[in-house]
T-cell receptor, first 115, second 112 residues
Framework: SAVISQKPSRDICQRGTSLTIQCQVD?????MFWYRQQPGQSLTLIAT?????????ESGFVIDKFPISRPNLTFSTLTVSNMSPEDSSIYLC????????????FGPGTRLTVL | EDQVTQSPEALRLQEGESSSLNCSYT??????LFWYRQDPGKGPEFLFT???AGEEKEKERLKATLTKKESFLHITAPKPEDSATYLC?????????????FGSGTQLTVLP
């Protein structure tokens, strides 16, 4: 399995501001995934980040709102832009296991509250 | 449209009272079905991957099984530390899609 860390673990932000979430993996991985988990809900995929190419966004998520960077094989960032209270969620990054396994391993999450 | 439905939404068991959680799925083609455990305030923790009907996986008090339409997570003689939300997810086999589609989860509470 992969060891994944996220920063910050939690934050409280004001409406209209932006927050960048970092995801660090202890091994090189091709694809990284960003999910959102709204209060009391399950996980919804925001985008898939492949190193060296533009992120692929799911329906309902756009790059202007959730820009993603993937500068190398162990790191990615997700920015939540122009935040509103509806963006209050847990944001999770995940990676596939070593050797191209189908299993995804998740980071501890970033709990975001927007006032 | 690919769908994953978990039942029940919540389950309360007495310590030692065995039960099963259900995950039914409707997908165009199943590449894999995954079970995760999620504790409050934490990311999902991987439990099992199942690939084909008839497959079973076990880990301590947990056993996951798979049919062509659903998966079960059997919990034998649960303990309070098994209390968590259990998530089911699928990956479809079409094209290059690698993302997981999650069910809404079953919140399990095991009372001492």
């Amino acid at each position: 399995s992969a060891v994944i860390s996220q920063k910050p673990s939690r934050d409280i932000c004001q409406r209209g501001t932006s927050l960048t979430i970092q995801c660090q993996v202890d091994s090189q991985v091709t694809m990284m995934f960003w999910y959102r988990q709204q209060p009391g809900q399950s996980l919804t995929l925001i985008a898939t980040a492949n190193q060296g190419s533009e992120a692929t966004y799911e329906s309902g998520f756009v790059i202007d709102k959730f820009p993603i960077s993937r500068p190398n094989l162990t790191f990615s960032t997700l920015t939540v832009s122009n935040m509103s209270p509806e963006d209050s969620s847990i944001y999770l990054c995940s990676v596939e296991g070593p050797g191209g396994t189908d299993t995804q391993y998740f980071g501890p999450g970033t709990r975001l509250t927007v006032l | 449209e690919d769908q994953v439905t978990q039942s029940p939404e919540a389950l309360r068991l007495q310590e030692g009272e065995s039960s099963s959680l259900n995950c039914s799925y409707t997908v165009s083609g199943l590449r894999g079905l995954f079970w995760y455990r999620q504790d409050p305030g934490k990311g999902p923790e991987f439990l099992f991957t199942l690939y084909s009907a008839g497959e079973e996986k076990e880990k301590e008090r947990l056993k996951a099984t798979l049919t062509k339409k659903e998966s079960f997570l059997h919990i034998t003689a649960p303990k309070p530390e098994d209390s968590a939300t259990y998530l089911c997810a699928v990956r479809i086999s079409s094209g290059s899609a690698r993302q997981l589609t999650f069910g809404s989860g079953t919140q399990l509470t095991v009372l001492p």
